[in-house]
């Protein structure tokens, strides 16, 4: 168990519809970091939140946002969403903004049909 | 642009046959370089990092070793515990803390 929690764990929704996924980080990580595993295209940098502030932005659409909260719990929020957004949505924490290594959640994973 | 590179990308092994996966990049200066172990539908395992050439780390049956244009993961005398993807991901100096994955490489080992 890393300690980074995500919830849910599977979700199913219809084309065009708005989810929001929660990740709440290992005690004392002040990093918040999200990604999109597809089977064709790997693990993909989406977001990264540092201490309540948006630091990295990767190939993030515009569909998607995130924020990080004062607790430092975070959310993803995908929205009008799309056959191709089917994938595993991973959150990782770390302790500080860089040079340590991130420890990632079990995983949601989103079924648009 | 920040590339990695895995191979291969599926590798089958008896128990107990030793060998190496490797991960190549291309960055404009490397940071670390991160190895994970994944299991299917499971979040990445942190294994290793590694920041400077010359570097080695080992863990149990792995060892992780890093040079100026690659890292490779020498798995010795595997046991079918080990049958996991294996992804190596580069963190790149002057941008961002994000990591850069490769594919992976899909390890079974066969008792």
């Known amino acids: 168990d890393s300690g980074v929690t995500q919830t849910p764990k599977h979700l199913i929704t219809a084309t065009g519809q708005r989810v929001t996924l929660r990740c709440s980080p290992r005690s004392g990580d002040l990093s918040v970091y999200w990604y999109q595993q597809s089977l064709d295209q790997g693990l993909q940098f989406l977001i990264h939140?540092?201490?309540?502030?948006?630091?990295a932005k990767g190939n993030i659409l515009e569909r998607f946002s995130a924020q990080q909260f004062p607790d430092l719990h975070s959310e993803l929020n995908l929205s009008s969403l799309e056959l191709g957004d089917s994938a595993l949505y991973f959150c990782a924490s770390s302790v500080y903004d860089r040079d340590t290594e991130a420890f990632f959640g079990q995983g949601t994973r989103l079924t648009v049909v | 642009e920040d590339q990695v590179t895995q191979s291969p990308e599926a590798l089958r092994l008896q128990e107990g046959e030793s060998s190496s996966l490797n991960c190549s990049y291309t960055?404009?200066?490397?940071?670390?370089l991160f190895w994970y172990r994944q299991d299917p539908g499971k979040g990445p395992e942190f294994l290793f990092t590694l920041y400077s050439a010359g570097e080695e780390k080992e863990k149990e049956r792995l060892k992780a070793t890093l040079t100026k244009k690659e890292s490779f993961l020498h798995i010795t005398a595997p046991k079918p515990e080990d049958s996991a993807t294996y992804l190596c991901a580069v963190q790149v100096q002057g941008g961002s803390e994000k990591l850069v994955f490769g594919k992976g490489t899909k390890l079974t080992v066969n008792p």
């Open positions: 939140y540092y201490n309540g502030e948006e630091r």
């Open positions: 960055v404009s200066g490397l940071r670390g």
